[in-house]
């Protein structure tokens, strides 16, 4: 087990009788951390290219985290700012800094914000496929890219700043505080979906073709993915279009993503969709 610690230090520029005290930020590269081991970027520390295979980073106001890779282990970041990154597994919980740059998240879990403050953003863009398992509440704006397996709660307030595009066909996006009974209806634009209900409209900017919207279990509505219409599909028969019988609910490669209902459905219903 190791601890290493970045922050500021002062050193001596000068010579001879004359020093020259100045502060300056310690930088290190290339930290590989175990289980154990830990690593705290502090006021003006910089890490750069590390990487978890376990243990904890911690990133503390002031300090900047260029580039990290996550297999597993934890990131805890909370006032740091965090440049760009990959999580492959373990835990990165954020509860305040900025984020800034291209995430790239296949597993693992990330939680963004939390009730006591804003994460700041700069031209941020979190990619999520494969397993990753994204929570995302009170940030600036952000674009999210929400690829087929991967998973994203939300809430209304955090929708406003969201951009959220979708390019596959089975991912999950769950807005925790919305009641699926309270729908009167659906506007489906190509760059977002409106959504009406009795307490004010709900919008989801970005690209979400067609969709489906079912409880949560915990009082919210979790949206799926499915195919817009004339879409083709592959099905034991064969290749058909999303309107014909032979489509029965299988993906485009022959799987069984969410089924989705067709058409306009009652509002207020427990589960209904569009595509």
């Known amino acids: 087990m190791a601890e290493y610690n970045l922050g500021k230090e002062t050193v001596n520029t000068g010579s001879g009788d004359s020093p020259k005290w100045e502060d300056r930020g310690q930088t290190g590269t290339g930290y590989v951390l175990n289980a154990g081991d830990t690593l ?3 006021d003006w520390g910089t890490a750069t290219n590390c990487t978890l295979n ?9 300090g900047t985290i260029n580039n990290a890779t996550i297999n597993s282990g934890i990131a805890n970041i909370q006032g740091a700012t965090v440049n760009g990154g990959t999580m492959n597994g373990g835990t990165m919980v954020v509860r305040s800094g900025t984020l800034s740059g291209t995430f790239r998240v296949t597993g693992g879990s990330l939680t963004i914000g939390n009730s006591n403050g804003v994460v700041g953003t700069n031209n941020t863009i979190i990619n999520l496929s494969g397993s990753a398992a994204a929570a995302i509440y009170n940030v600036a704006a952000m674009t999210i890219n929400l690829a087929s397996g991967a998973s994203l709660k939300t809430r ?11 390019t596959g066909e089975n991912f999950s996006l769950d807005i925790e505080d919305l009641d699926p009974r309270t729908i009167t209806g659906v506007t489906h ?3 977002r979906l409106i959504i009406h209900t009795t307490n004010g409209d709900v919008t989801i900017n970005g690209s979400i073709p067609g969709y489906h919207f ?3 279990g915990r009082g919210g509505l979790t949206l799926t993915a499915c195919f817009a219409e004339g879409t083709l599909i592959a099905t034991p028969p064969g290749t058909a279009p999303r309107r014909d019988a032979a489509y029965r609910g299988y993906g485009r490669d022959g799987s069984r993503p969410p089924a989705c209902p067709v058409g306009r459905l009652q509002a207020g219903a ?4 569009k595509a």
Do not use: C, F
Request: negative net charge; proline residues 3%.
């Open 156 to 166: 209304i307030n955090a929708l406003r700043t969201l951009t959220i595009n979708t």
């Open 270 to 273: 427990a589960s209904w969709g």
């Open 54 to 62: 376990g243990g904890t980073v911690n990133g503390n106001s002031g």
């Open 189 to 191: 634009e190509a760059n």
């Open 214 to 216: 079912s409880p949560d």
């Open 40 to 42: 705290n970027v502090n």
